[in-house]
């Protein structure tokens, strides 16, 4: 198979991408960011003149060093846009984080192999076999954990890293799996994912990498056969027996594997929460409706014991918080979800270099494609409204991204002005707190009969954001000026719409209520008003105020479209500014609006989010053949930004394939009409799942 090309980026100064890798080895906290390549180059009339570039790789195996200067070697073979310079040196760096080391491989071309380690203080030490493998399983996580999910959003995050599969038949699979169990119980040393507070050994990043390399490529039994081996010497290990099983459709013994195992640990939550996972699935199932009840109340049992055993944990009440939801059991759906814990997101580590002298991305002949090679000469020309721009849940992520997508879910269930009354049923209100502070005068008689959800619904104004955060971004994004202008040729159609979605007031928060106390007693009658409410967090209260301006410019374009198609007009926006509509619409649960604007976006340039968006309607609706198609596309755009490992789009193939047949498959994927080389592309991951011995791969 073609690998992809090798981009370079030119050193100002000979050896500083290596020197700046050295300095950040104190800063990382987890997997480590993906592996440096450096090489040296001379000019064969000038020996005098070296040119120090770089590039970044994950998924090369790094099991011995012997590995690491193979891949240097291959690179020496390829061809280069200098092609009057030779590489004369390499160095390839690979970091291991279960030692915090740095492992290095020192190629000189022709001549020796020098590996050797550097620690957090930058001195050198010897590398041992031991450190070898952990290194090992660092690097196959790392291809997982830094693997683009076809949208393109992780390969636009780092400039020139070229992305391999680091396990490519049953071969490697046995040895990455054999290196997962002998360092599986010291897999918590990894850290975990930012919804994971205190990292365990079954909640990690190596339990991570693991579950997704299973539901990846359907390699369940290979994870079974771990998961049994290592239960007998931990009984945690049982939530992930059991995770597995689900996914290969063996409910019935995951169900018992799980029975057994909470006797022994009645106070797992990993167990617990797995349990009201699955019967929250169950519950969920339209066919068996008449089950879904008893099903909730069994998942509530366990999601609500699991925060017990687990309260200072996201994600057991998040799941408490869904359980409500999917019970329609509002008010606690909101208390619950005011419960729990947030913390600060840890993106993953990422290379910090110097800006480098030049920057060369070559293309392959095999990854040519019009529709793709156009997209980055349009792009830069777009222009964006500053509304679009400045929507803060486009940025959320880890727990507040978790929360949202909650809160999102309620309102798309029973409506905004609903959510508001509950809302104002569940916490203390601004205005209702201040009223009741205040003693009782003519002048203010007005005020203090005003209730909570008179004072919330039909957008009486709020006083000013206590204690949130993004005060000032209210005032520039919350105007009605940004309403009237969403699309500056519309003139004031959004004025109406603007007032069809009305602004919450605020809830008082804890730190306001404490504040508060110190100025004035509360009397009886005040306390047992407020005696079954709850005060709102402030990160809640922010949510709200970041989700009604989601719905203002959401309501803003619906209405437009409608005015515009009434009078058969066109409806002009920027395929940038349909692809944040297309988000928008997706982060609020309208699916069909977001499918016509990743439509309509695609429609002007070719956009792998847009076509990542439409490719999940595709796959919901078993529409084959547009599935394949997007797939081609994507598996391209991959290839051309040097990725030739996408787990989410080696699934989908997969999974495909399970459905349809290998042989369908394959025959769909060659009568498209498109050029061979680049339907190669996509027959590689097809043969991926034939070496896996995928279902349905027989045919």
Request: charged content about 25%.
């Amino acid at each position: 198979m073609v690998a992809p090309a090798v981009p370079e980026l030119t050193e100002e100064i000979l050896h500083e991408s290596i020197d700046a890798r050295t300095e950040v080895l104190a800063a990382l906290r987890e997997l480590g960011p993906p592996d440096l390549v450096q090489l040296i180059k001379q000019a064969p009339r000038n020996p005098g003149k070296q040119i120090g570039v770089y590039h970044h790789v994950t998924g090369v195996d790094a099991s011995s060093s012997a590995s690491l200067a193979a891949y240097i070697n291959t690179l020496t073979y390829k061809e280069n846009h200098q092609s009057s310079s030779k590489i004369v040196e390499g160095v390839y760096c690979c970091y291991n984080a279960f030692s915090r080391l740095d492992m290095r491989v020192h190629v000189t071309i022709p001549g020796s192999v020098d590996s050797y380690c550097i620690d957090e203080r930058g001195e050198k030490r010897v590398a041992s076999d031991e450190l070898w493998l952990e290194t090992y399983l660092c690097s196959v996580l790392r291809a997982y954990s830094y693997a683009d999910d076809g949208s393109g959003d992780t390969i636009r995050k780092i400039m020139g890293v070229r992305r391999f599969n680091p396990v490519t038949n049953t071969e490697t699979e046995h040895r990455f799996l054999q290196a997962a169990e002998q360092l599986f119980f010291r897999g918590w040393q990894l850290g975990s994912d930012s919804v994971v507070q205190v990292p365990n050994n079954v909640s990690n990043h190596l339990t991570t990498g693991l579950l997704k390399y299973f539901h990846t490529t359907g390699r369940f039994a290979s994870g079974i056969n771990l998961f049994e081996k290592l239960r007998t010497k931990n009984v945690e290990v049982s939530s992930l027996l059991a995770k597995v099983l689900f996914m290969g459709n063996e409910e019935v013994q995951a169900v018992r594997v799980l029975h057994e195992s909470v006797k022994q640990s009645p106070m797992d939550y990993v167990m617990l929460d797995t349990q009201a996972e699955f019967l929250m699935k169950k519950a969920l199932n339209p066919n068996q409706e008449e089950l879904k009840q008893d099903r909730l109340r069994m998942a509530l049992g366990c999601a609500d014991r699991s925060t017990v055993a687990a309260p200072s944990e996201f994600g057991t009440w998040a799941r408490l918080a869904e359980v409500y939801v999917a019970m329609e059991d509002w008010e606690n759906a909101l208390t619950t979800l005011n419960s729990c814990p947030m913390f600060t997101y840890q993106d993953k580590d990422a290379p910090i270099m110097p800006d480098p002298k030049e920057i060369y991305l070559p293309t392959l002949p095999e990854t040519r494609l019009d529709e793709i090679d156009s997209e980055p000469e349009s792009k830069y020309s777009e222009q964006v409204h500053p509304s679009l721009l400045s929507l803060r849940a486009a940025q959320y992520k880890g727990t507040f991204k978790h929360a949202y997508s909650i809160l999102t879910e309620m309102t798309a269930k029973i409506g905004w002005d609903q959510l508001l009354k509950i809302r104002s049923n569940v916490f203390v209100m601004e205005e209702e707190y201040r009223s009741e502070k205040q003693p009782p005068a003519g002048q203010q008689g007005d005020s203090s009969k005003r209730s909570a959800s008179t004072d919330v619904l039909r957008g009486s104004p709020g006083p000013p954001i206590n204690g949130d955060e993004h005060t000032d971004d209210e005032k520039s994004t919350n105007g009605d000026s940004t309403a009237a202008t969403l699309v500056a040729e519309n003139g004031d159609r959004g004025s109406t719409a603007d007032q069809a979605v009305e602004k919450p007031s605020h809830t008082v928060t804890p730190e306001e209520a404490k504040s508060g106390n110190e100025d004035s007693e509360a009397t009886e009658e005040q306390l047992s008003r407020f005696n079954n409410k709850r005060l709102c967090e402030r990160w809640l209260d922010s949510l709200f105020m970041v989700l009604y301006e989601d719905l203002r410019i959401y309501t803003i374009w619906r209405t437009e479209m409608a005015q515009y198609r009434a009078q058969q007009m066109q409806y002009k926006k920027s395929a940038e500014e349909w692809e944040i509509l297309g988000s928008l619409a997706d982060r609020l649960h309208h699916q069909a609006e977001a499918v016509e604007a990743y439509r309509a976006c695609l429609s002007i340039r070719f956009s792998p989010k847009a076509l990542t968006g439409i490719l999940a309607e595709f796959e919901r609706e078993k529409q084959t053949r547009e599935t394949v198609a997007s797939v081609i596309r994507l598996v391209t755009w991959q290839y051309r930004w040097y990725s030739e490992f996408s787990p989410e789009l080696l699934y989908t193939i997969r999974t495909l394939i399970e459905d349809e047949g290998a042989l369908k498959v394959r025959s769909i994927i060659q009568a498209t009409s498109l050029p061979q080389n680049v339907l190669e592309l996509t027959h590689h991951y097809a043969a991926l799942c034939a070496a896996f011995r995928s279902s349905g791969t027989e045919g």
